[in-house]
C-alpha cells in the first residue's frame, strides 16, 4: 500500500466533504465535489470555510502527491486564499492544486477553485513542509 492509498483511508474530512480525487500527475491533482446544503452559510451561497477545507485539501494533497516520491508526508504550514466569486448550492466544483517549487523541507503549492462555468471561485498559494514518514502516526 503507498502513502496516498493510507492517506485517503485515514482522511475522515476529505470523506466527509465527499471529495473526489484525481491524480494528473506527482504534483498535480484535482479533487471534484458539489455545493450541498451543510456546505451554505447563506440560503444559498456556500461558507468561506469549506472552500478553504477544499483548498487546504487541494494543496496539501497536490505536495502528499510529490512528497510520496521521496517517502515523505507534509503539513500545511500557511495559505493564503481570494475569494473571488460565490459558490452557490448545487455548484460543481473542480479544485486544481500544483506543486510549483519544491525543496527538501518546504513546499509552494498554488490551488485554484473552479464552478461547473469555469468562473475562478477561489485561488490561493500554500507553503507546506516535508518530514519523513517514519515521524508519523500511519502505519503502512
Same mark, same amino acid.
Given at each position: 500500500?503507498?502513502? !496516498? @492509498?493510507?492517506?485517503? @483511508?485515514? #482522511?475522515?474530512?476529505? &470523506? ?9 500527475? =506527482? +504534483?498535480?491533482?484535482?479533487?471534484? *465535489?458539489?455545493?450541498?446544503? @451543510? $456546505? !451554505? ?6 461558507? +468561506? +470555510? ?6 487546504? @485539501? ?7 502527491? &510529490?512528497?510520496?516520491?521521496?517517502? &515523505? ?11 473571488? #466569486? =460565490? ?11 500544483? *506543486?510549483?517549487? $519544491? ?7 498554488? +490551488? ?7 468562473? !475562478? ?7 507546506? #513542509?516535508?518530514? =519523513? ?6 502505519? !503502512?
Amino acid at each position: 500500500m503507498d502513502i !496516498l @492509498q493510507k492517506y485517503n @483511508q485515514t #482522511n475522515l474530512f476529505g &470523506k466527509y466533504l465527499d471529495l473526489k480525487l484525481d491524480i494528473v500527475k =506527482p +504534483g498535480d491533482i484535482t479533487y471534484k *465535489v458539489k455545493v450541498q446544503k @451543510q $456546505h !451554505l452559510a447563506t440560503v444559498k451561497s456556500a461558507h +468561506g +470555510g469549506f472552500l478553504s477545507a477544499i483548498f487546504d @485539501q487541494i494543496v496539501g494533497t497536490a505536495a502528499l502527491s &510529490k512528497s510520496m516520491e521521496e517517502l &515523505k508526508l507534509v503539513s500545511t504550514v500557511e495559505f493564503k486564499i481570494n475569494f473571488l #466569486n =460565490p459558490s452557490f448550492l448545487n455548484d460543481e466544483l473542480t479544485g486544481r492544486g500544483l *506543486v510549483i517549487k $519544491h525543496g527538501k523541507r518546504l513546499y509552494t503549492v498554488r +490551488g485554484d477553485i473552479y464552478n461547473q462555468d469555469k468562473d !475562478l471561485i477561489a485561488t490561493g498559494i500554500a507553503t507546506l #513542509n516535508a518530514y =519523513p514518514y517514519e515521524k508519523s502516526d500511519m502505519n !503502512l
